[in-house]
């Protein structure tokens, strides 16, 4: 399985019979201050956000890699003590017919905080 940084090359890997291999394409912004920040300022930094596309050649491929993102990124401790919350939107997933080969995707969005 490929993973991306940032983008997806127009040309991804293949199996011999010509169909996509799964791939998750990863974006990340750097963290910012939260929304309830204290009146002291002493928590920096503490949100942000990921974003992780699941893409296949088939519903079930997709379905299944995007509940094991789910699992491994959703309210695990991280270091410093915050944690990826896996939110909205939830979307079905969707079939990209534009690009060859064609694919089924997912988009999930995490968002990091702090308790």
Do not use: C
């Not at 990921?50 to 893409?55: E, I, K, P």
């Not at 896996?86 to 905080?113: A, C, K, N, T, W």
């Amino acid at each position: 399985m490929g993973v991306y940084d940032g983008m997806v090359p127009e040309s991804v890997p293949t199996s011999a019979g010509g169909i996509i291999k799964p791939y998750l394409a990863v974006w990340t912004q750097p963290l910012r201050e939260h929304y309830e920040q204290p009146l002291d300022y002493s928590a920096q930094e503490t949100a942000g956000a990921l974003a992780v596309t699941v893409a296949g050649a088939t519903v079930g491929t997709v379905r299944n890699l995007a509940q094991e993102v789910i699992r491994k990124l959703n309210r695990v401790a991280l270091p410093g003590g915050g944690e990826y919350r896996h939110v909205e939107p939830h979307v079905p997933i969707q079939h990209d017919g534009q690009v060859m080969p064609p694919r089924y995707y997912l988009p999930l969005s995490f968002d990091y905080q702090q308790p």
